[in-house]
């Protein structure tokens, strides 16, 4: 008889101990819920300027509340609502200010472009490191003509092999509505220039050096192909046909082994910080220059796609090619000065 006396009292002094610390906080819980309900509908005009300074002090004390609440065992209804306030709360508090839309509309509108502009001592580095690469391919296929066979993988070879003739070159790059071939050429180099490009980020975390080494090696394989074209007195028509695609693809590798190669130069030498965090911030930025990489990339394979097929003249091409080249030079290094800063950081 005694247990089961102390069993409905227990559960009573549980209810009413519930009952008090409800009644002695409800007041703030209810304050921060109207707030969210608010912000949550987007009527934040309705939320007053005292509500607003109140929202990180009412936060973190409906989180303590949620704290004692587990600790104490309180009635599951109470932890259950306690929870989900807290929850709304942080996304209200912590949680990202902008819509996807207004995001893209910053990131797109400076926030990238500030981000690219953040690592031009990299950028720079991955020009001269790409630059050189070409030039290697080129000199190692005239000093030794099995080089080329090295450098260009046998899918690509194809006609397209030293002791063509200049007649049978020229065919495969021009008239491209007839030649499936240089399609499927044309998808290889982006298939190729897209994986290069993430391995080039990828690989910035071992200080760089691998990224570097990357480029190198992808560029060698253009030298090679310009040695080739060049042998044929092809250099400009090959220019051309590259250019449509290419100046895009390339700024997106020479961004991509900029934005690797600015995490390794952070890790290596962090300064007065430590090097996780100088990893993290570096991390930050060269993840926004990435993100224009795929779109450069995707942009890339839409002018694959339809601008080299219906355009099969030197002119033309290099008139688009030159077009992108100046367009992507403008974005990164004119547009957007004074603003996406604060995406950028």
């Avoid at 194809?158 to 499927?184: C, H, K, W, Y």
């Avoid at 910035?204 to 090696?217: D, E, M, Y």
Wanted: glycine fraction near 12%; proline fraction near 2%.
């Amino acid at each position: 008889m005694a247990t089961a006396t102390r069993a409905p009292d227990a559960i009573e002094a549980a209810a009413l101990r519930s009952d008090r610390f409800r009644l002695e906080r409800e007041a703030d819980w209810k304050r921060l819920e109207s707030i969210v309900q608010k912000m949550e509908k987007g009527r934040l005009r309705k939320v007053s300027d005292e509500d607003l300074l109140a929202l990180p002090v009412l936060y973190r004390t409906v989180a303590s509340s949620l704290s004692i609440a587990r600790e104490t065992s309180l009635d599951a209804a109470t932890l259950a609502y306690l929870e989900g306030l807290v929850q709304r709360a942080w996304f209200v508090v912590y949680g990202p200010r902008a819509s996807l839309g207004s995001w893209l509309r910053k990131f797109l509108g400076g926030g990238l472009s500030a981000s690219v502009r953040g690592i031009w001592p990299d950028l720079l580095v991955a020009f001269a490191v790409m630059v050189a690469g070409t030039v290697v391919g080129w000199l190692l296929v005239e000093s030794d003509v099995e080089w080329y066979y090295a450098l260009v993988p046998g899918g690509l070879a194809d006609a397209r092999v030293p002791g063509a003739s200049a007649d049978t070159l020229r065919e495969t790059i021009f008239g491209n509505q007839e030649q499936a071939g240089m399609g499927a050429f044309a998808a290889y180099l982006f298939s190729n220039n897209a994986q290069v490009s993430i391995l080039a980020f990828a690989l910035g975390f071992a200080f760089g050096v691998p990224s570097l080494l990357l480029l190198v090696q992808n560029l060698a394989l253009l030298g090679a192909m310009l040695w080739l074209y060049s042998g044929a007195g092809l250099t400009l028509e090959f220019v051309g046909w590259l250019s449509v695609h290419g100046t895009t693809e390339l700024f997106a590798i020479l961004l991509a082994g900029g934005a690797g190669l600015h995490i390794g130069r952070s890790m290596a030498f962090p300064g007065e910080r430590s090097i996780l965090q100088a990893a993290a911030e570096a991390g930050r930025r060269s993840a926004q220059v990435m993100a224009g990489v795929i779109l450069m990339l995707v942009i890339a394979a839409m002018l694959e796609g339809f601008a080299r097929q219906l355009v099969d003249d030197t002119g033309g091409r290099l008139a688009i090619g030159g077009f992108m080249l100046l367009f992507w030079c403008a974005y990164f290094f004119a547009f957007g000065r004074g603003r996406g800063s604060e995406v950028a950081a």
